[in-house]
């Protein structure tokens, strides 16, 4: 695959690339960059974390990248994550592992790696240390915005920590571009500012699209577009915002129905996101199902297409929704049948839902 046809693989994952350029470069001199995300263990999956992070880490590995997984047990846990309860966290990070193996990531070109394992490295530390030193506390703090947190909001010592071990971790694990969500674009543009002066480099920043959540958005006014972006994405302590990797399909069914679908309008509308980012991702053509007398079924090809005739007023927000329920079982079906029928896989979906700890 050429550069140029690498580069598009990774645009379609990048919301925003810091810098293209410097992509380029990197493509062009290295033969398998080192490409990393992390996520905390914190409960439940939804879908943006299950079926979306599969399809951006599969094409960043068909673009011809080596793909590390931080599984940032020791992150959540400075984070209070599961009750603070470290055994617990380890536990939900094999349960989304076990998510992914049935959703469709290229786990045979995927490199999990424990933070737990970091923590038994002094150079780690070392690197920590180094991110603080050359970190002023406001710059720290303002960071917190990765871990779900507001600038304003009351931080624990172990929060503090947080942000300077995620930037500690690029450069530990040697990564040469972040690939993560825009909501961690803070502390990955702190790695590129301080890289070079710890004697490092500055990472290519790849930052993924955040899923709306599906309830209607609330004012936000003077909010910047990062700001913007953290709120209205979908949350787990706000279960009916999210569809669950194994939520039922009466589940799925109640809460595409009462989801947030404006007429005539694709922007800030969730269902419009979901056919964007999951079902014109997963199914080549979709099918709209509309009464006759509006006009029948529609055959689409893409989302392009589906956004000019639901912004003309020729699909309407209900037969969307019966879309998105019909689409999005058939990709969540699997799933919930491996949890069930997987005596493995089963206890470690029982053991997430005992927890009802989802924030």
Known sequence: MDTESRMEL???VGEEIVTEEE????????????????FEP?????????????????KMIKAGVHFKFLVADWHAWANN???????KIQTVGKYLIEVWRVTGMDLDNVEFVWASDFAKDDNYWKKVMQVARNSTVSRIVRCGQIMGRKENEVMQASQILYPC?????????????TQLGMDQRKVNVLAREIGPKMGYWKPVIVSHHMLMGLLPP???????????????????????????????????????????????????????????YIIFEKFPT?????????????ELSGYREFAKL??????????VKQSVVRYLNEILEPVRKHFQTNSRARELDEYVRKQDITR
């Open 10 to 12: 990774i645009r379609e």
């Open 23 to 38: 992509l380029k470069k990197l493509l062009e001199t290295k033969r398998k960059p080192i490409t990393y995300d992390g």
């Open 42 to 58: 914190s409960g439940r999956i939804h879908i943006a974390q299950g079926v979306v992070r599969a399809l951006n880490t599969n």
């Open 81 to 87: 994550k599961m009750g603070g309860n470290l055994e």
């Open 165 to 177: 071990m995620q930037c500690a971790d690029i450069f530990h694990l040697e990564a040469d571009i």
């Open 218 to 276: 609330k004012p936000m006014e003077g909010m910047s577009t990062v700001e913007k972006t953290i709120e209205l994405k979908m949350s787990k302590s706000i279960p009916d915002s999210a569809i669950f990797m194994t939520d039922s399909a009466a589940d799925v069914k109640r809460k595409i129905e009462k989801a947030y679908c404006p007429a005539k309008t694709v922007y800030e509308n969730p269902l419009a996101e979901y056919m964007k």
């Open 286 to 298: 979709v099918r709209i199902e509309r009464p006759s007398k509006f006009g029948g079924d529609l």
């Open 310 to 319: 639901y912004e003309e007023g020729k699909i309407h927000p209900a037969d």
